[in-house]
């Protein structure tokens, strides 16, 4: 597990972090299709908070893409470094989870956020901002649609309909369980939403959401359970 220490020079305004995110957002590659799924490695982060510790844990999972086995993961613990402000959660999120992704002994692949990329009210969710930092192929699977709208999509699993800014598509609500509400997947950086949704699909064969978040979510909060005591004594 690594221990991350406030970055320098971090915004500390509003202002400041919204100015960060329309300079890093015109770095955004949208016109790369992606690594095709099922091949290489696919890598899930997610991040726990204690906001009564003032503590975040960030982990990051790599699997087989083919098998969907565990190859590697690691762990990462910090200071909250920005306030809770809708639309800037990734300056809270990114320190941490840029050094789980560190501390990898192998290259992640295809990382895929528990969150928004393009389906931002900015276009510039955690998925972009961190595909934008590291130069890795990047998507968002959210469990909600943020502020945007869509109609249900189709019954069967791998239906999807187009998630809504006015008429602008940002990304897909995808059926990734007959039956059962569907997923919000967006472009994050280095990667088509049609090769973001087969991603998607493919990491999802018994549950809702993908397995690099179902097993990152998992170890972030069981990080958070062990580290948070012993930061909140320092």
């Known amino acids: 597990m690594t221990t991350v220490r406030t970055p320098a020079g971090r915004p500390v305004t509003e202002e400041e972090a919204r100015a960060v995110q329309d300079a890093l957002r015109e770095r955004v590659v949208r016109d790369e299709a992606g690594p095709p799924p099922g091949t290489g490695r696919v890598t899930g982060v997610d991040v726990a908070y204690d906001d009564v510790r003032d503590v975040v844990a960030a982990a990051a999972v790599v699997l087989d893409a ?82 945007f709208s869509y109609d249900e999509p189709a019954a069967p699993r791998g239906s999807t309909s187009p998630l809504l800014s006015g008429s602008e598509e940002v990304g897909r609500a995808l059926r990734t369980r007959a039956g059962v509400k569907p997923v919000f997947v967006s472009v994050g950086h280095r990667v088509s939403l049609d090769n973001a949704c087969a991603h998607t699909l493919a990491l999802t064969p018994a549950y809702r959401l993908p397995e690099t978040t179902r097993r990152a979510d998992a170890l972030c909060r069981r990080t958070l359970r062990e580290a948070a005591p012993a930061l909140t004594r320092e």
């Open 66 to 147: 083919a098998t969907l086995d565990v190859v590697a993961e690691s762990t990462a613990v910090g200071r909250i470094s920005f306030p809770y402000v809708p639309g800037l959660l990734a300056f809270r999120e990114i320190p941490t989870v840029l050094a789980a992704l560190d501390a990898l002994p192998c290259e992640p692949g295809l990382v895929v956020c528990d969150g928004y990329g393009l389906a931002h009210p900015r276009r510039f969710g955690l998925a972009s901002h961190l595909g934008v930092l590291t130069g890795l192929p990047t998507i968002g699977v959210a469990k909600n649609p943020f502020t």
